[in-house]
């Protein structure tokens, strides 16, 4: 039995080589999301209606549906990082949290999939519907 | 008392106060529904708008009422993102090592709170009048 403390026991074996990882990534995607959400913000401002023709054909042009789906990629990025911080903190029975955490993987892969697929289609097949 | 026997004692205990993040579900549902229903031409749009935007003159109660749910969702909705985006920002600040003095961390707490009020109306005041006729 090792009768040691918890940071007796891993002091000195050095770091695991990942331990800033995700903290690193909640903080570049949360700077991409300020970009790209001000991006969003300011385009909507200046959009000079909100005709389904009018926004599919702002949606379409490559300049608004490369930045568009971007925003969709950092920001579902963001809320599973986010997320993910929320349940390990918050739900401490194992088999709910692996629950937990297979549902947020599931929501937010398929609803940046759904979001990218919706600009995707809009930018190939053109604005005419 | 040992690290061990502290965890046993209370193991629901929160880790850190870090409850404000549901938010971005509801505005992100909202975000996927505008675009697909931007992608899916004229008349998916205009089952958007009847919903979310204004169900037109001959309105019923119950059309007016899903319209007024919406409107004060997204009243909701925007104020949490530029509250979440205040927020956000005061926190990269935080990780650079500057503003934690009690009274700087404070002043910077509430500044957020009152940037995200102040852009939040900024959006109202330009949308009702342009889009709601409110």
């Not at chain 1, 005709?51 to 568009?68: G, K, S």
């Not at chain 2, 505005?27 to 697909?36: D, K």
């Not at chain 2, 169900?55 to 009422?65: D, H, K, L, M």
């Amino acid at each position: 039995m090792d009768s040691r403390t918890y940071i007796g026991r891993v002091r000195g074996l050095g770091s695991a080589k990942h331990g800033g990882e995700h903290w690193l990534k909640q903080r570049l995607t949360a700077i991409g999301n300020i970009l790209l959400t001000t991006w969003l913000v300011v385009s909507l401002l200046l959009m000079p209606n909100f005709d389904q023709a009018t926004l599919a054909q702002w949606l379409a042009q490559p300049t608004v549906a490369v930045p568009m789906i971007l925003m969709i990629v950092i920001i579902f990025s963001h809320v599973r990082l986010g997320l993910q911080v929320l349940i390990e903190d918050y739900v401490h029975d194992e088999g709910l949290k692996f629950g937990a955490m297979a549902l947020l993987n599931f929501y937010v892969v398929a609803s940046a999939v759904f979001g990218i697929f919706v600009v995707a289609k809009l930018a190939f097949t053109g604005a005419s519907a | 008392m040992k690290d061990a026997e502290i965890m046993a004692k209370n193991p629901n205990r929160p880790l850190s106060p870090h409850l404000q993040v549901y938010r971005w579900s509801p505005q992100m549902i909202t975000l996927l529904w505008w675009l697909s229903a931007i992608g899916g031409g004229a008349e998916s749009y205009a089952t958007f708008q009847k919903y979310v935007v204004s169900a037109g003159e001959s309105a019923t109660g119950f059309e007016t009422a899903i319209n007024w749910f919406f409107r004060l969702l997204g009243l909701a909705v925007t104020f949490s993102f530029f509250q979440h985006l205040a927020s956000g920002i005061r926190h990269l600040v935080l990780d650079i090592g500057a503003g934690y003095e009690l009274k700087a961390n404070r002043t910077w707490a509430s500044a957020a709170f009152i940037a995200a009020f102040f852009a939040t109306a900024f959006v109202v005041l330009f949308v009702a009048p342009r889009f709601l006729g409110v």
